[in-house]
Structures are given as structure tokens and as C-alpha cells.
């Protein structure tokens, strides 16, 4: 079978399939034969909505992973459109203000843990009864960041979300792995999309006596990794997303893939 075609006869579920790395995702799965339900908390059609693209077909959900339901509600959709879910690729987060750990309010802190941590698992948690009952080498990728290896000033929820998720993938592959579902995550360095592009990271970023622009901050951003990079594209991560809802993979479960030019060495 051509790569083109690996995902054929497979349902994959996206959370933040809107954004810029959840769009990316979405596109090649669809290329590659897929059936896919993307969700998102905007942009989305308030009535679940299946169309044809490419070699496969979209279900466009709106959902928040915040909530329960909204997710349980996706997967009924799914499960009518397509008859239930093989692969799951939970992608939704968000950075979040910045600053100190300990001068965060409190209900930003619980905002960045609830939609990068706890978000993760509803989504997991309402896919589960569907890829327990896949035969189709169901698999589950957790898009982490270099967040849940290192530790960066000025992001301390986002730190602490990013480093849950390790414990969840450690503790999901023991639990699913025995009963057919590979759990695995991808750790990116940061991403060329819109979540970085702020004012917020230019000036978290840029060093002192520097004023806090877009090029200043590209130029602050070749530092943190061994490779000559300032950052990924989005398609460096779907790359890696592709191999771990594969066959390629099929004997990974529980482990951790670093798409991070380095990052997390230095």
C-alpha cells in the first residue's frame, strides 16, 4: 500500500484541529485516506458536519475539551458517521499569560492545566470505549512539548501541564498497551504557528536591552537549540504524528519523541 493511502478505512480524531498544527494534521490524514473528526472550540460548525475532502471524509465537531461531554458527544458522532475511532491525536492547548510561577492568579493557572493536562485526558477518556473496541491498530499521540522535559521561566502552568502529560503517557501505555492501544507523545520544540507569534513571547524571550520584535525574537530563538534553527514547521510535527498512527510503529507504546532540533540537550 502507498503512503497515500496507509490510513484508509481508519477513523482519526483531532482536538484543536483548527489551529495551526491540528489544521496540518487534519490535511494529511485526509490525504492520506483517512476519515477524519476534527474538533474545536471555534471555527466549527455548531451542528456536527461530514463532508468529502480528498481521499477521505471530514466530521467537523464543535467541542471544547474542557468539557466532558462536549468530547463524548464528538465520539457519538464519530461512531454514527464512521463507526467509531482507531487513532486518536490530541493536540489542543494553549500557552497562556506569562510570568513567575507563584504570581499567576489562580484562575489562570487552572485555565492553562485544565485545556493542557486535563484536556488530554477527557479526550482520551471519552475515545477510550471506541479504540478498545478497534481492530484496527488503534493508537493514541499526545502532542507534549519540550515543556515536559525542561523547565522554562515564565511558563510555570504551562511547564507543569506539558509535565503531567509524561506521567499520563507513562501510566496510559500500562494500562492500554496490554489490551492493543499504543500510547505514545510528541515533544516539539516551539512551532511556527500564530501560538508563538505574541507579543507575550517576544517579550519573554528577547533578551534584555533588546527590543521585543519578530525578528529579534527569531534571532532569540536560534539559542535554544543545537541545530541552527530559530524553530519547526508544523508539518516536521504531523511528520512524526503520521509515523506514530502507523503500522511503522507498531511495536512503540509509552515513549516520548522529541521533534526539537536538539532542544532539550542543551
Known amino acids: 500500500m502507498t503512503p497515500q493511502g ?11 484541529a483548527n489551529g495551526g498544527q491540528g489544521a496540518v494534521h487534519v490535511k494529511r490524514f485526509l490525504e492520506e485516506g483517512a476519515n477524519v473528526v476534527a474538533l474545536d472550540v471555534a471555527g466549527m460548525p455548531e451542528a456536527p458536519s461530514v463532508t468529502d475532502v480528498g481521499a477521505g471524509q471530514l466530521l467537523e465537531c464543535r467541542a471544547d475539551v474542557r468539557a466532558l461531554a462536549d468530547l463524548e458527544r464528538a465520539v457519538s458522532a464519530a461512531t454514527e458517521a464512521f463507526g467509531g475511532i482507531d487513532i486518536v491525536v490530541a493536540n489542543a492547548g494553549i500557552n497562556g499569560s506569562r510570568g513567575p510561577a507563584v504570581e499567576f492568579e489562580e484562575e489562570e493557572w487552572l485555565r492553562v492545566l485544565d485545556i ?17 473496541a478497534s481492530t484496527k491498530s488503534p493508537s493514541v499521540i499526545i502532542i507534549g512539548s519540550t515543556c515536559a522535559v525542561k523547565g522554562y521561566a515564565t511558563s510555570g502552568h504551562y511547564t507543569a501541564a506539558k509535565h503531567g502529560l509524561t506521567g499520563l503517557l507513562k501510566v496510559l501505555s500500562a494500562e492500554l498497551a496490554p489490551k492493543g492501544v499504543r500510547v505514545n507523545m510528541i515533544n ?12 507575550s513571547m517576544y517579550d519573554a524571550f528577547v533578551p534584555p536591552g533588546q527590543e521585543p520584535t519578530a525578528e529579534n525574537f527569531r534571532q532569540a530563538m536560534f539559542g535554544l537549540h543545537q541545530m541552527p534553527i530559530p524553530w519547526i514547521d508544523p508539518e516536521d510535527v504531523t511528520a512524526a504524528v503520521m509515523w506514530l498512527a502507523s503500522e511503522e510503529s507498531r511495536y512503540v507504546t509509552g515513549a516520548q519523541l522529541s521533534v526539537d532540533g536538539g532542544a532539550v540537550l542543551l
Open 6 to 16: 496507509r490510513f484508509q478505512g481508519k477513523v482519526v480524531l483531532v482536538t484543536g
Open 116 to 132: 493542557n493536562l486535563n484536556g488530554v485526558w477527557r479526550t482520551i477518556k471519552a475515545a477510550a470505549p471506541s479504540l478498545l
Open 188 to 199: 516539539p520544540t516551539t512551532v511556527d504557528t500564530p501560538l508563538i507569534q505574541v507579543q
